[in-house]
């Protein structure tokens, strides 16, 4: 069973910078994609960006595309999200998530999921 537990979220002004966190438990293999989603209030969740375990394959959703950076640890314990010059409409509720294999396309049927960190950027 992989477990993964985010942190690192907040309250940050607008143009400011956060690095979110996903800490993932013995259990996860080489053959795994991390993502992230985010889901805002009254809206469905939506994909930010992924990146396979083992490589270079990375996919970015194009409203984050050159703010936002999915990254791994040399361990591969942590995935990270780096997220600069953030906006209110990034303001969200931020998810971890894991699935089998290396399609790091936008997609929804991670098996995996964290439990959330709240990322709020005011004006």
């Known amino acids: 069973q992989v477990q993964l537990v985010e942190s690192g979220g907040g309250l940050v002004q607008a143009g400011g910078s956060l690095r979110l966190s996903c800490a993932v438990s013995e259990g996860t293999s080489s053959t795994y994609t991390m993502g992230w989603f985010r889901q805002a209030p009254g809206k469905e969740r939506e994909f930010v960006a992924a990146r396979y375990w083992n490589g270079d394959y990375i996919y970015y959703a194009d409203s984050v595309k050159g703010r936002f950076t999915i990254s791994r640890d040399n361990a591969k314990t942590t995935v990270y999200l780096q997220m600069n010059n953030l906006k209110p409409e990034d303001t969200a509720v931020y998810y971890c998530?894991?699935?089998?294999?290396?399609?790091?396309?936008?997609?929804?049927?991670?098996?995996?999921w964290g439990q959330g960190t709240q990322v709020t950027v005011s004006l």
């Open positions: 998530a894991a699935r089998i294999g290396a399609d790091v396309t936008p997609r929804n049927d991670y098996r995996y």
